[in-house]
């Protein structure tokens, strides 16, 4: 059974997993769906077609699934997909997507600290870290373990690649490399993410191949495409390398040199 605090609101239709915990003047509307063991500490409000997996927990002021911010929304039906054991903490607003059938879609296992933002349409991976005021704008597309530093803002459609980290107070406004560490404002590719390839273990051999991608990528002065190209000649393929190298081919925006 779950444990619904006495003056919390949940509409008629919602449903409510297993061994949740719903605290003071939560409000649940008639469409979510929350997993089991999930945890509302208080005031928290999830709305729209919302679907939440296991073990979330959510702080004060959460605002979930509610309607998009985008003004190009005309209607239909669209919403929010979350995944499992994510933390959630003050006042951080997910937002459900614009178009008619879409979905935002957070992962599992990532950490939104507080007053992060995730507009319409963002694509969140697994593991990652959202420091406080982080703000993602629609269409974002954030890969599996990036961390995004606090303060920092993220353009419409631009992607950030898996394990990067961003800095503080940095404007992104391209795509940000798998691997790399990016600051400023603009965001500029400034080194290999030698902290976060240890902490997800990635052999000493993959690390010396995106060590020299990197060199070649972005000190060399070559076109992005040359610069591709003489990485596919000169440096020893990994899967990692192979994922940086089809990242930088496929950017629509153009990655931060």
């Known amino acids: 059974m779950s444990e619904v605090h006495?003056?919390?609101?949940?509409?008629e239709g919602a449903q409510i997993g297993d061994g949740c915990r719903i605290g003071p003047y939560c409000v649940i509307g008639p469409d979510v769906k929350l997993?089991?063991?999930?945890?509302?500490?208080?005031?928290v409000v999830i709305n729209g077609r919302t679907e939440i997996g296991e073990d979330n927990e959510f702080y004060p002021f959460c605002s979930i699934g509610l309607k998009t911010q985008d003004l190009k929304w005309d209607g239909g039906i669209s919403g929010?997909?979350?995944?499992?054991?994510?933390?959630?903490r003050e006042y951080v607003t997910v937002h459900s997507a614009t178009g008619d059938g879409d979905v935002t879609v957070v992962g599992s296992h990532n950490n939104l600290l507080a007053y992060t933002h995730v507009a319409h349409d963002c694509q969140l991976g697994d593991h990652i870290i959202m420091s406080n005021v982080g703000t993602l704008a629609g269409h974002v597309i954030v890969e599996d373990r990036a961390i995004i530093g606090g303060l920092a803002a993220v353009h419409q459609f631009c992607r950030i690649?898996?394990?990067?980290?961003?800095g503080g107070c940095s404007k992104v406004v391209q795509d940000i490399p798998p691997y790399m560490m990016?600051?400023?404002?603009?965001?500029?590719?400034?080194?290999l993410n030698k902290e976060g390839l240890k902490r997800n273990k990635l052999a000493e051999e993959v690390q010396k191949s995106l060590k020299q991608a990197h060199r070649i990528l972005f000190r060399e002065n070559l076109t992005m495409a040359n610069a591709v190209e003489k990485v596919k000649r000169e440096v020893s393929a990994c899967p990692e390398l192979n994922h940086l190298l089809n990242f930088a081919e496929s950017s629509e925006r153009g990655i931060a040199k």
């Open 6 to 11: 006495s003056t919390a609101a949940i509409e």
């Open 35 to 43: 997993g089991s063991g999930c945890k509302l500490h208080s005031h």
């Open 80 to 88: 929010t997909q979350i995944g499992s054991n994510n933390t959630f």
């Open 161 to 166: 690649g898996t394990m990067s980290i961003i």
């Open 182 to 191: 990016a600051d400023g404002s603009p965001a500029v590719t400034r080194a």
